[in-house]
């Protein structure tokens, strides 16, 4: 298994000399999978670097969306392989409040797009999956989800593969002051013992309460829960747009001194686009 980061900002692009070094596309991660399937978590602007190298690769392509806010779907009208004929490519939606399955699709319509997504020559399948199914598989690799924690809803994927095991996590708040999807110690249960898992590190404790209650987590508590599933590795995920470089360098090695001082034995950096990582 092969995971590549394509994009890893939420909320919103951001352009600029500040934000060369971790990237300014929103989320996208891609998994190779040794026996040839191609998995896309997310199609945030990010997506659209990688619809160029997919594009001249033949096979069908899984597309698992944790929600439809802007910053995870907005790249969609630029993946190359949408405007591909005979190319099959599978959406599942993730676990939103409202069952707004088509919304990848229906920004391509009315006044928002010129392209409208009727006119798409690939071969495009909705796939929602019944809210009570909790597994499934694409090839050899077995998909689990989990709901977030998260304003409208949405899922979290653990992907397992190749002997490997990589929980995706973001747009997630581990504390909000609202009624929670899934609590702490779940969480805990379902990254257990993960090769990598890339966590929503938005904010900062130093950001709290104002941003209490907007859906992502504090980069600290991110690094607690990480510990407490005995994963590996933690990719901090989900940088905050008003972050530059500098700042999220300063939240990786404060992460770090947090790893330091209880002695885990945990791998931690922030996820940067175009890094790649061999599982």
């Known amino acids: 298994m092969r995971l590549t980061f394509y994009g890893v900002r939420g909320s919103i692009p951001t352009p600029g000399a500040e934000y060369i070094k971790y990237g300014g596309n929103t989320a996208c991660v891609h998994i190779e999978l040794n026996d040839g399937n191609d998995i896309i978590i997310d199609a945030g602007t990010g997506i ?8 001249a690769k033949e096979g069908d392509i899984h597309l698992l969306l944790t929600h439809n806010h802007w910053d995870h779907i907005q790249g969609f009208p630029f993946f190359t392989p949408i405007y591909q004929p005979q190319r099959n490519i599978f959406i599942t939606p993730g676990q939103t409040t409202l069952a707004e399955h088509d919304n990848i699709l229906r920004q391509m319509s009315g006044s928002y797009f010129p392209v409208p997504f009727h006119s798409l020559p690939s071969a495009i399948s909705l796939e929602a999956k019944p809210d009570n199914l909790r597994q499934w598989h694409i090839g050899e690799a077995k998909i689990q989800r989990q709901k977030i924690n998260h304003p409208g809803g949405g899922s979290a994927y653990c992907i397992t593969a190749d002997g490997s095991k990589v929980v995706y996590i973001t747009d997630n708040e581990l504390y909000p002051p ?11 249960e379902f990254a257990r013992d993960a090769d990598l898992v890339i966590h929503d590190a938005q904010y900062m404790l130093a950001d709290m309460p104002g941003k209490a209650g907007w859906g992502h987590s504090v980069a600290e508590e991110a690094v607690k829960l990480t510990m407490a599933c005995r994963a590996k590795r933690l990719a901090l995920y989900s940088h905050d747009h008003t972050r530059t470089d500098d700042n999220i360098a300063a939240v990786e090695a404060h992460c770090q001194e947090l790893v330091g001082i209880a002695q885990a034995d945990l791998e931690l950096f922030a996820a940067a686009e175009g890094m790649s990582i061999a599982l």
């Open 48 to 55: 659209r670097t990688l619809g160029q190298k997919l594009a």
């Open 178 to 188: 609202y009624k929670k999807s899934t609590d702490f110690l779940d969480w805990v």
